[in-house]
Nanobody
Framework: QVQLVESGGGLVQAGGSLRLSCAAS????????MGWYRQAPGKQRELVAV???????NYSDSVKGRFTISRDNAKNTVYLQMNSLRPEDTAVYYC??????????????WGQGTQVTVSS
């Protein structure tokens, strides 16, 4: 059973920073892309950033230049460094990973979500 466990959310003032972490554990052959999504109240879940197994990254326009996604393959962990936070960044942030199982089947997993609240 694969699990994604997130940490690092919280309450911060506008202009501040937070760093989210997401560690994958369990039986797996490899991890392909990993990413972060967010969902604000009354809105659909949206992609924030994604990173491939080789380190290629992609960001939504709303966070480009402020957020940085990275990963530590040895620790099966993905990070999201969030700087210059704005009230509109307030949302539940979800970790996502495309994991190749030991029987060579690719399955998408989600974390439980971590709340990020930015006060004005």
């Amino acid at each position: 059973q694969v699990q994604l466990v997130e940490s690092g959310g919280g309450l911060v003032q506008a202009g501040g920073s937070l760093r989210l972490s997401c560690a994958a554990s369990g039986y797996m052959f490899s991890i392909n892309a990993m990413g972060w999504y967010r969902q604000a109240p009354g809105k659909q879940r949206e992609l924030v950033a994604v990173i491939s197994s080789r380190g290629s990254t992609n960001y939504s326009d709303s966070v480009k230049g402020r957020f940085t996604i990275s990963r530590d393959n040895a620790k099966n962990t993905v990070y999201l460094q969030m700087n210059s936070l704005r009230p509109e960044d307030t949302a539940v942030y979800y970790c996502n990973a495309d994991i190749m199982t030991i029987v060579r089947v690719s399955i998408e997993y989600w974390g439980q979500g971590t709340q990020v609240t930015v006060s004005s």
